[in-house]
């Protein structure tokens, strides 16, 4: 099994709603990763988790908290977002950081109203 | 910093024809690079990955090969099909943890 599960597929929300993506594997991953991508671009790095700790911020803004309760759970609370953060968000993981192929969920895409 | 570039952007040909796709970095001390494909609206599915210490991987009609010295890859497709259209990825890594991807080059088979 290669899967990385993200929930919800689709999401709409308005700037003052509080909300979180899930991202799941069972592949027994180490490394896991928050990706943000818009429309004709490549997926920009937001965060990496490396043994369940916070191993990279890419400069987030604060109003994306990233969350590894387990090894094989990645949420990301999303809170009074801006419309240009509407994009596709995608998760990844893989064995160990960069050594192994990166296996990327399906994605959720955002809409920020 | 490393920096990716696909050349071409864009590329449309018919169905059953050869194709090659390129990729070049601009930091060779790399450890590996990935091939990825993605379908309009979803997430990336990997095609192959080449460590720094091969010079090809060949997955079905797919061949990537790597030269590091001159910071070059590229993706080979035989007998291309309609199923093939999608945009193709290449990414390496900079430093020991992110990934750098180029800007991807879109991939039309024509039937």
């Known amino acids: 099994d290669t899967e990385v599960t993200q929930t919800p597929k689709h999401l709409v929300m308005g700037m003052t709603n509080k909300k979180s993506l899930k991202c799941e594997q069972h592949?027994?991953?180490?490394?896991m990763y928050w990706y943000k991508q818009k429309a004709k671009k490549p997926p920009e790095l937001m965060f990496v988790y490396s043994y369940e700790k916070l191993s990279i911020n890419e400069s987030v803004p604060s109003r994306f908290s990233p969350e590894c309760p387990n090894s094989s759970l990645l949420n990301l609370h999303l809170h009074a977002l801006q419309p240009e953060d509407s994009a596709l968000y995608l998760c990844?993981?893989?064995?160990?950081?960069?050594?192994?192929?990166?296996?990327f969920g399906a994605g959720t895409r955002l809409s920020v109203l | 910093k490393q920096e990716v570039t696909q050349i071409p952007a864009a590329l449309s040909v018919p169905e059953g024809e050869n194709l090659v796709l390129n990729c070049s970095f601009t930091d060779s001390a790399i450890y590996n690079l990935q091939w990825f494909r993605q379908d309009p609206g979803k997430g990336l599915t990997s095609l192959l990955l080449?460590?720094?210490?091969?010079r090809e991987q060949t997955s079905g009609r797919l061949n990537a090969s790597l030269d590091k010295s001159s910071g070059r890859s590229t993706l080979y497709i035989a007998a291309s099909q309609p199923g093939d259209s999608a945009t193709y990825l290449c990414a390496v890594p900079q430093g020991a943890q992110k990934l750098v991807f180029g800007q991807g080059t879109r991939l039309t088979i024509n039937p």
């Open positions: 592949m027994g991953h180490r490394a």
């Open positions: 080449i460590q720094s210490s091969q």
């Open positions: 990844a993981s893989s064995q160990n950081l960069l050594v192994d192929i990166q296996y």
